[in-house]
């Protein structure tokens, strides 16, 4: 019974973590009724660097990670929905000498190199309290990076509405794209890395009918040569909402680890 098993796991004293295993996305909305700071559907472990971590009531009251380390009194679930097999992963006590997500034993024992960039040289300052790049082990992350010109705080190629009336203008998304890549060389250029080190990214357009083609073309010479992986998505707006068309969430591998 649904509403038996949410008593039982709401009952408790704490929570920081709570798992929910379906083959029914419907019934996966139960995540959202768990008093818990995780929750991980058909999967446990999994988090990104951006996520909130915490718990609540005997499991504590502020949140780990990005902004969140800065709402002590609020309170955030984390739902995390895995897609695949669902297949449960190997407790920790029984790892042993093996590893996780491809990681080793050391990986994960060892001390781990992280470092943090708010507004590297030549680069656009950051639009919050945030920062541009973080480099943990052996992987550079970078935040989602638009085509704001530096020295300017401009857009090349145009806003893509105009400010005085919110219509939307005849903009250049091809000019915007290659700012885009301009932007993240100087961000990886700070870590001692180019494009060549690029292993994913994550492409973000709001018009994707309009601009994929042309921000493709871009694509394909600024990464001619290349094998990083890519998903492009649309979205409705990036921020400051109404000028820019396109932004890249980039992945990289550190040098010299």
């Known amino acids: 019974d649904e509403e038996e ?17 379906t083959e ?7 995540a959202e009724r768990l008093q818990a700071g995780t929750v991980w559907v058909n999967t446990w472990l999994n988090r990104e660097l951006h996520m909130p971590f ?23 679930t984390t739902i995390c929905l895995k897609r695949a097999s669902r297949a449960s992963p190997p407790m920790p006590s029984s790892l042993g000498g093996g ?5 080793g034993r050391s990986s994960i024992e060892g001390p781990t190199r992280r470092s943090f960039s708010s507004s590297p040289p030549g680069a656009p300052k950051p639009l919050g309290a945030y920062a541009f ?3 943990t082990g052996d992987t550079i992350y970078l935040a989602g990076i638009g085509p704001r010109d530096p020295d300017t705080d401009q857009v090349p190629g145009g806003p893509i509405t105009d400010p005085e009336t919110g219509l939307t203008r005849d903009y250049d998304v091809a000019a915007q794209t290659r700012q885009c890549f301009a932007n993240v060389r100087r961000v990886l250029a700070a870590s001692g890395c180019d494009l060549s080190d690029i292993v994913d990214v994550q492409a973000f357009l709001v018009d994707m009918r309009r601009d994929f ?7 394909a010479e600024e990464m001619a040569g290349m094998s ?22 980039v992945v990289a591998r550190a040098r010299g680890a």
Do not use: C
């Open 99 to 103: 590893s996780v997500g491809g990681l």
């Open 213 to 219: 083609a042309a921000f493709n073309r871009v694509w």
């Open 54 to 76: 915490g718990g609540l009531r005997d499991s504590g009251v502020n949140r780990e990670g990005g902004l969140h380390s800065l709402d002590f009194y609020s309170e955030a």
């Open 5 to 21: 098993a949410l008593r039982l796991a709401n009952s408790t004293r704490y929570g920081l973590s709570a798992s929910v295993w």
């Open 228 to 249: 990083a992986t890519r998903t492009t998505i649309a979205v409705s707006d990036l921020p400051p909402g109404g000028r820019i068309a396109v932004e890249l969430k």
């Open 133 to 135: 790049s973080a480099r």
């Open 24 to 30: 029914s996305l419907a019934r996966a909305e139960l």
